[in-house]
């Protein structure tokens, strides 16, 4: 079999490069994702029904349609009414609304499954709401929600991969380039998935030793 | 403490919790709330500490009425201490920092001297080898005595025990209750919802037997427990107070 690797290894700084945007890329999409789940987690215990309804829409949006559709709809109609023409920024936006409303749903079923009893003890010290959800609520929350969430982390950095329609130059978008410029599929595309496990794989190992070190009885 | 309970009602759903219910007791140390399951005894105790409103009616203690407003009611559940059944700690909390935190982050007291001030209260009742546990590796009854711990450090001017030892074995129930009278030998006010008849009749001066959402019997613990004026009250005493 005819090998090409020779071709491919000239664009080597072009591949480093496309890995290097997924990772600022999936890095800025993770932490505006918690901030957006976080939001979106506390307006869905909302009392309000308006507000708690909304804040469901936009979950049961997210996760009814495909992100491919949501990357087409949010780039071709919502990112052009609204005038922004980065699509880098359109990029980070899109993954952005969509692993929040995963995120979101962690960290809900993070804070419901703390005890009502917890909730009763940090009211009879007398911490104030906010006091009990920073020093009470969250901190246990957040050890429910930190293995699913390097999950959540690893998924950003494949789902990013899809950006790649809207002509933004991460690692899967420069593997195509290179693959026809040089018109070798291997040598394209062996590297790109290698690229990804070299960022997900230590991620999964994070976070199956944070669910270990999290255990402890409630 | 004092305690002036004005017709209070207390209405969970279409199910009446505590019916139109009258008290005023000038002068008492220790109240025990003892009757029947569902008696109403753990919800009253819940109105007293202000962690739960009545449906109409008033309540106050040692002259201040306890406000419907959450502000001034979380301001009034500052100066006081309570214990539940079972669950009280924090378990991402060492039964030190689960000390610690009221008295730092509520009380406002610099956390160096909020942690001196847990840690000798640990020492003098035997639980500072238990400090730097988190509470899963405490047996119920080190951390019921925590729990304690956590409910005096303030000193509050009352303390409040919703059958704090329910969950527990009988050698940890000992422990707690030990704690429980040494606390109230140190001279503080307390209101207990307890099912230990005898320990309620040893610690109480004043006791109040509860069934069906009405207190059917108010007095000093050698007469409610020894000469009950109501059918029920008799009957709850002959049946329970053989074991």
């Known amino acids: 079999m005819f090998s090409n690797w020779q071709a491919v290894l000239e664009y080597r700084s072009l591949l480093l490069h496309g890995f290097v945007t997924t990772v600022w890329i999936s890095v800025a999409s993770l932490i505006l994702s918690l901030l957006i789940g976080i939001v979106v987690a506390l307006l869905r215990r909302s009392p309000y029904k308006v507000i708690s309804g909304s804040a469901r829409f936009y979950v049961e949006f997210i996760r009814g349609t495909p992100l491919l559709v949501q990357i087409l709809l949010f780039f071709y109609v919502i990112a052009y009414a609204i005038g922004i023409d980065n699509r880098y920024i359109v990029g980070i936006l899109v993954l952005s609304l969509f692993s929040g409303a995963y995120i979101a749903e962690m960290i809900r079923a993070g804070i419901e499954s703390i005890r009502s009893t917890q909730i009763e003890s940090a009211r009879a010290i007398g911490l104030t709401k906010l006091q009990a959800y920073r020093y009470v609520i969250f901190p246990q929350a957040l050890r429910q929600i930190t293995p699913p969430l390097a999950g959540q982390f690893a998924s950003i950095i494949k789902d990013s991969s899809l950006l790649s329609i809207i002509g933004i130059a991460e690692l899967t978008n420069t593997a195509q380039q290179i693959n026809s410029a040089t018109y070798s599929t291997m040598e394209s595309y062996v590297p790109l998935a290698v690229g990804y496990l070299i960022l997900t794989l230590p991620i999964s190992l994070l976070s199956r030793l944070l669910e270990k070190r999290f255990q402890y009885e409630t | ?243």
């Open chain 2, 1 to 243: 403490m004092k305690l002036k309970i004005d017709k209070i009602v207390k209405v969970f759903g279409d199910q009446e919790a505590i019916a139109p219910l009258s008290l005023d007791l000038g002068d008492v140390k220790t109240l025990s709330l003892i009757g029947p399951s569902g008696s109403g005894k753990s919800t009253l105790l819940r109105m007293l500490a202000g962690l739960q409103l009545p449906t109409s009616g008033t309540i106050a203690i040692n002259d201040y009425l306890l406000s419907p407003d959450e502000d001034t009611l979380r301001a009034y559940r500052r100066t006081i201490g309570v214990v539940f059944q079972s669950w009280n700690l924090f378990p991402h909390l060492t039964a030190l920092e689960n000390i610690v935190l009221p008295l730092h982050r509520v009380h406002g007291i610099p956390l160096e001297e909020a942690e001196q001030r847990s840690l000798e209260l640990l020492q003098r009742f035997q639980l500072a080898e238990h400090a730097h546990k988190k509470p899963s590796e405490l047996s119920g009854g080190q951390a019921q005595r925590v729990a304690l711990m956590r409910a005096v450090a303030h000193h509050p001017q009352l303390l409040f025990l919703d059958e704090p030892t329910s969950a527990l074995d009988p050698l940890m129930t000992a422990e707690v209750l030990d704690l429980v009278m040494e606390l109230k030998q140190e001279g503080r006010n307390l209101v207990i919802v307890t099912h230990h008849l005898t320990f309620a009749r040893k610690i109480a001066d004043h006791v109040l037997f509860m069934a069906d959402g009405k207190v059917l019997e108010s007095g000093s613990a050698d007469l409610v427990f020894g000469n009950p004026k109501t059918a029920l009250a008799q009957l709850y005493m002959s049946k329970t107070m053989n074991y």
